[in-house]
Nanobody, 124 residues
Framework: QMQLAESGGGLVQPGGSLRLSCAAS????????VGWFRQAPGKSREGVAC????????YIARSVKGRFIISRADAKTTVTLFMNNLKPEDTAVYYC?????????????????WGQGAQVTVSS
């Protein structure tokens, strides 16, 4: 069965850091662009970061620029979202999704694959 799974969420204090990982089963993640999206309670889902498949070019949303980094790891079998200097407004369910190209306008469910999400809570 081909699917994505996020891991690494949890509770962190403001100013802290977390690392989210996205891993694929049943297919090779290296061949796909992978994006991270998040949805906070009562808010629309937003894209926060994406990494292309061919040249690993990355895109970071303005709301998290300078704090979040996306990269491939483990011989490109996973994609990691490094989240630093976390703020309470970063609290959300974070999803990873894979498709041929990065896109800020593609809905999560319109990606070829997407995960079930990981909760990130930033609170003191």
């Amino acid at each position: 069965q081909m699917q994505l799974a996020e891991s690494g969420g949890g509770l962190v204090q403001p100013g802290g850091s977390l690392r989210l990982s996205c891993a694929a089963s049943g297919f090779t993640l290296e061949k796909y662009a992978v994006g991270w999206f998040r949805q906070a309670p009562g808010k629309s889902r937003e894209g926060v970061a994406c990494i292309e498949s061919d040249d690993d070019m990355t895109y970071i949303a303005r709301s998290v620029k300078g704090r979040f980094i996306i990269s491939r790891a483990d011989a490109k079998t996973t994609v990691t979202l490094f989240m630093n200097n976390l703020k309470p407004e970063d609290t959300a369910v974070y999803y990873c999704a894979a498709d041929r190209l990065c896109s800020w306008t593609r809905n999560l469910e319109d990606h070829e694959y997407w995960g079930q999400g990981a909760q990130v809570t930033v609170s003191s």
